[in-house]
């Protein structure tokens, strides 16, 4: 498998007629930051690398979502992105300019889907020349009712590269509030579309990005009493789809390590649990531990040092932790009955982990050496499979009343809020900025599985498309 392909996130200091005449790029300093010239946007770094991002000034419309409250509607014109010529390229069969088109729609979708925004794309709206990019057309725009404006275009540089430029207007004021630009691969093109949205989203929002990062989930074939599990990633919107295990021995549960660079996964191999680093960009695996007694959802520590995982022994299920080298493994609970799904702390200090100690599935919390264990959830029915949120502030987990439903509650048990009202929904699992949660939700009779999303609100529900049935996702940090 290939690597993971870094992007190169880099000022846009002349308008993007004036680099087209840019001699060859040159490496970009960190610091200072280079003043405005005409010039190429510069050179991606080495696999691997993280992204550059240089700070804009900060202007015009800022406000938060931190509330979780439903926004007002904010209208966003996304027309088509511009090139300096309709030049090939292999993103695109017919050239930079639909590939213009394609960069907007994928933008758009992004941001009509998170229940924040009420965008406009790029078939319903005029196509702006390429020197308009960095100098709007103010009338064309103010007479359709947009109160922001997203422009961008694509270039195809010598090297074949392409250079996507990615720019924020306030209508209002009629000024820019924020741009930036990425230097990519042909098959990469999507991530700078998504690298422009998470700009734009973040700038309006004032919430951390999501919207460039990948999604892993087991992928279902099969009829109920043999169903094949395999382990397959895909992008946040559901593109560049790819399996990653053939299906000869059950996959389940997989979780992204901090860094991004490997997938934990439970595989079932003769019979016998075994628990899996893979790593994406090699494509090599690790065994970390196995054991002929049943074993349940790993997870990674916050430093990623640690795994925590479930182990039934004697009729007795307890968490455990195990170094990632593998080794000895620490049991952490002992109390009678099934403790499993243990999820740490963003700061790492702390577990939370669901347990039948009190005669049916509750949610607890316990300190990372597996002290001071207490019981959080006292709101009637049962809680299963909790996953603390990125931003430490909500626990999300699967509410048993009745229906499966995926519900959120504080670290301290309290504000419990049901957000999906489905047949059967399981198994959250946080976007990267602690604002988004996935679930897979099984309908009723059919026994079909599909990946969902919905936002803290409750109110903005989405299915994510896979190609076959869907479970177990787990959503991976911000791609470097």
């Known amino acids: 498998m290939k690597p993971i392909l870094a992007l190169v996130s880099l000022a846009l200091f002349a308008a993007p007629a004036a680099a087209q005449d840019a001699p060859p790029p040159q490496p970009v300093p960190a610091q200072p930051a280079p003043t405005a010239s005409a010039q190429d946007l510069g050179t991606p ?31 966003i014109a996304i027309p088509g992105f511009a090139t300096d010529r309709d030049a090939p390229t292999p993103a695109n069969s017919s050239g930079t300019a639909a590939l213009g088109k394609e960069l907007a729609r994928v933008v758009f979708n992004d941001l009509r889907n998170n229940g924040l925004f009420k965008p406009v794309g790029p078939d319903s709206l005029p196509q702006p020349t390429f020197p308009q ?22 270039r195809a540089r ?45 700038r309006l929002s004032g919430e951390d990005p999501f919207f460039d990062s990948r999604i892993a989930y087991i992928a279902e074939t099969g009829p109920k009493d043999n169903r094949v599990k ?42 016998n649990p075994r628990l ?38 004697a009729g007795n299920t307890d968490i455990y932790r195990v170094s990632v080298q593998g ?27 669901e347990s039948d100690r009190s005669g049916g599935q509750q949610i607890y919390i316990m300190n990372a050496d597996g002290s001071n264990q207490q019981r959080i959830s006292f709101f009637g029915g049962r809680a299963a499979t909790p996953e603390w949120s990125p931003r430490g502030d909500q626990i999300a987990f699967t509410r048993i009343a009745g229906d499966f439903n995926v519900a959120v509650m504080s670290p301290n048990g309290r504000n419990m809020r049901t957000l999906t009202g489905g047949w059967q929904d399981e198994a959250p699992t946080w976007s990267p900025n602690g604002r988004i949660i996935q679930f897979f939700r099984t309908e009723r009779n059919s026994g079909k599985s599909q990946l969902w999303q919905v936002d803290l609100t409750g109110r903005n529900e989405r299915r994510l498309p896979t190609p076959v049935d869907a479970s177990d996702p787990a959503w991976g940090p911000i791609l470097p």
């Open 45 to 75: 770094l080495p696999t691997g690398g993280e992204v550059e991002t240089i700070e804009q000034q900060d202007s015009g419309l800022t406000f938060t979502v931190t509330d979780e409250s439903e926004w007002q509607d904010l209208g």
């Open 133 to 154: 990019i960095t100098a709007p057309n103010w009338p064309t725009w103010s007479s359709r009712g947009a109160e922001m404006l997203v422009h961008g275009y694509v």
């Open 158 to 202: 010598d090297d074949g590269q392409l250079i996507v430029g990615c720019y924020l207007y306030d209508m209002a004021l009629q000024s820019e509030l924020v741009r930036e630009g990425w230097v990519v691969p042909p098959a990469d093109w999507r991530r700078a579309a998504h690298k422009c949205s998470d700009l734009v989203y973040s």
């Open 230 to 271: 395999r382990l397959a990633i895909m992008d946040s919107d559901g593109a560049n789809h790819r399996f990653i295990t053939t299906g000869r021995s059950t996959a389940l549960t997989p979780r992204y390590s901090p860094d991004y660079r490997k997938l934990l996964y439970l595989s079932y191999v003769d019979g």
């Open 276 to 313: 899996y680093i893979y790593d994406i960009g090699s494509g090599r695996q690790t065994l970390v531990t196995e054991s002929a007694n049943p074993t349940f959802a790993p997870r990674w520590s916050p430093d990623g040092r640690w795994i925590l995982y479930s182990m039934a022994v």
């Open 327 to 353: 080794g000895e493994s620490v049991r952490l609970t002992n109390a009678p009955g099934i403790d499993i799904g243990g999820s740490y702390s963003p700061d790492g200090n702390r577990i939370v982990f």
